[in-house]
């Protein structure tokens, strides 16, 4: 009975730790798809920080936006 219980402990770990490397792949997933517009945020936070105007690399940041949502308008639109 003990050695039964015990395998069910294991197959939760197992299944614990599936679900956490699929979260880490969608997170490396998420982090490389928005770097360059992280990358001008930051950069736009640390210019505003040391008292440079940061309005270009915010407007480019903006134009990445919308490029993106623009992009993501395209796709839903062409799946239907």
Known sequence: MMKLLRNKKGQGMSEYLIILALVA?????????????????ISNLAMEIAGDT????????????????????????SDE
């Not at 792949?25 to 945020?41: E, P």
């Open 25 to 41: 792949i969608a997170t490396i997933g998420a982090v490389i798809f928005f770097a360059d517009n992280v990358r001008d945020q």
């Open 54 to 77: 940061g309005a270009v690399t915010l407007d480019t940041a903006h134009q990445a936006g919308a490029q993106l949502s623009g992009d993501m308008a395209t796709f839903v639109d």
